[in-house]
């Protein structure tokens, strides 16, 4: 159960380092994202792939750039990731409870 869940962060985090190499260093392709990420070039453009779909970023002839929804997407995503966080807080369970056998 946990497992999928951390698996799940995992590619979020990649495909948020993939963003954030696009914003900085636009246009920008996939074997220098690889090449500086250490991700195998399929990962790479699997999150290019997503970023895309949602979006946030488009191909041109030099690379991946931005798109006119990636600054909102950047302005909200510390208050998502925010609430997300205090939701995983309120589902830990408490060391006072205790668990019988």
């Not at 979020?12 to 260093?25: A, D």
């Amino acid at each position: 159960m946990i497992d999928r869940l951390e698996k799940e962060v995992d590619m979020l985090e990649r495909h948020l380092q993939v963003l954030r190499m696009v914003i900085e260093s636009e246009p920008i392709g996939i074997v220098k994202m690889s090449n500086e990420t250490g991700y195998p070039h399929h990962k790479v453009r699997y999150s290019l792939r997503v970023l895309e779909e949602e979006n946030l970023i488009e191909p041109s002839s030099q690379g991946a750039i931005t798109t006119e929804r990636t600054a909102e997407f950047v302005d909200e995503l510390d208050g998502k990731l925010d609430e997300i966080v205090d939701k995983l807080d309120e589902m830990k369970i408490e060391e006072t409870v205790e668990v019988e056998n």
